[in-house]
Structures are given as C-alpha cells and as structure tokens.
C-alpha cells in the first residue's frame, strides 16, 4: 500500500541517522518496527473511521429523501381527500323574482286600514285616464312606513307617501289607471291590481281598481 512505503521510507532514514549517532542496532531496529506498526494501525484505524463516517452520512442524506418523499406523497393525498364543494349554477327566474320583491321596512309593526280598498270606476272610452284616491289609517301604535306601491301592469301607477305616518293619522296613495289599448266594442272589463308593502302583518296590502273600457266602432277598424 503507498502509505506503508512512505511511512517504511521515512522510518529507514531517521533509522540510518539514530544508527550512526548510537550504534546500537538491535534497539533501533525494535524502535523503528514498534514505531511503523504504531502508525500503520492508527492509519488502518483513520480510514476505518473515515468509511463509517462516509456510510453514516449517506444513511442520513437517503432518510431526508425519503422523508421529503414521503410527505409530499402524504401532501398530495390531503389534496385528494378534500371534498369538492357542489357547484350550484344560479337560476336566473328565481334571482329576477327575488329582486323584484320589495323590501320590508325594518322596525315594530303597525296596522293598516283603508277607508275602501276597491275602486269601480264605471265605464270610460278607450284613452282616457282613470285616477282615485285611496285614504287609510294608521291604526297601531307605531309610525307606519310604506317601503313601496306597484301596480299589477305599467297601465297602473301609484304614488304614495315617503315619510312616517304617525299613529292615529291619515294618508292618501293616489292610482292612476291608463285605459290606452284596454277597450274594445261593447266593453271589456279591467281589474287591476295595487301592492302595498310596509311595516305591517301582513306585509303586503292590496288596492283594486276595475271599470269597463269601450271602443268605438270606427277606432275598431
């Protein structure tokens, strides 16, 4: 092995040296074997040491891999045992329904009386408008607050008033009825119909106005 050549070669001339300075042969000659097999086995045992380090260091570098290996797998796992969240895919018939209901004034509840909640206008000709007015109460014990009125078709209009009614007091929600392209010869029956939405129990109030609208015969050619 080269270490043990270069160990003998270094023993030899500090060998040759001792002898010529002492003389004695059989000492120097145990000395330097003693010695060589000292540093032959300290050699032998470094690199044992150095092999069992080098298998140590590969044993903990193939752990690490594998314990990064294995958590990634166990990561992807996770990922894949999570539930999925259904999907719901909106109907837009049902969100336009919702958005077009009024909203409930928030706050205590009062009542609501009208003096007459259905209006027969008679008989009119086609074109003309019809307009009534409705008087009510509030009869409860809190401020009344109509959120809103609307009429059953765009021929029907309400207005109606913005502020509290007070307990005890009286207002009016004036209904305007367009007859345009409602009659016919003879007569044709209109009913119509007005919600009133407020802080009452029931929420929803409701108006009426009827009549019969006519059309000549020339403006039915």
């Known amino acids: ?17 001792l002898l010529n300075k002492f003389g004695n042969t059989f000492v120097l000659l145990t000395i330097k074997n003693t010695f060589f097999n000292s540093i032959i086995t300290l050699m032998k045992n470094f690199k044992l040491l150095s092999l069992v380090f080098a298998l140590a260091t590969m044993s903990l570098v193939s752990c690490k891999n594998e314990g990064t290996v294995n958590t990634a797998e166990a990561a992807v796992e996770d990922v894949r045992s999570v539930p999925t969240a259904a999907t719901t895919t909106p109907n837009p018939a049902t969100n336009a329904a919702a958005s077009n209901e009024p909203a409930v004034p928030a706050g205590p509840l009062t009542t609501l009386e009208f003096t007459e909640s259905t209006y027969d206008f008679g008989e009119v000709m086609e074109g003309e408008k019809v307009n009534h007015k409705y008087t009510f109460k509030n009869t409860g014990s809190e401020p009344l607050i109509i959120s809103n009125a609307k009429g059953s078709c765009g021929c029907t209009v309400p207005n109606w008033p913005r502020n509290p009614i ?3 007091e ?13 009659g016919k010869v003879g007569g044709n029956l209109q009913s119509k119909r ?27 050619q």
């Open 166 to 168: 007070a307990p005890g």
């Open 170 to 182: 009286s207002g009016e929600i004036d209904v305007t009825f367009d007859s345009k392209g409602k």
């Open 1 to 17: 092995m080269p270490y043990k050549w270069v160990v003998n070669r270094l023993l030899t001339e500090h060998y040759n040296m």
């Open 194 to 220: 007005v919600t009133i939405t407020a802080n009452t129990d029931p929420a929803n109030n409701y108006l009426t106005i009827k009549g019969k609208v006519n059309k000549t015969e020339e403006a039915a």
